[in-house]
């Protein structure tokens, strides 16, 4: 049920912010917090959420490419 409502949603909306919705209602951000190194890994999680913003944006193979 959950899956199919975050499916729904990923028609409308952007791909950075239906990434940290799914971040947000799953508690994994949070998880990860307090984890050992958890700063490093919501850190992590945040860059995730900007290279899907850069993708959707299709900007992603240009970064990519300014990196290597």
């Not at 899956?3 to 209602?25: G, H, M, Y």
Request: aromatic share 12%.
């Amino acid at each position: 049920e959950q899956l199919d409502r975050w499916e729904r949603r990923a028609r409308f909306k952007a791909l950075d912010q239906w990434v940290w919705e799914i971040l947000n209602e799953t508690g994994f951000y949070v998880y990860c917090g307090a984890m050992p190194r958890g700063q490093a890994r919501q850190a992590n999680l945040r860059q995730l959420a900007d290279r899907a913003a850069l993708l959707a944006r299709g900007r992603f193979d240009q970064q990519r490419a300014a990196l290597s």
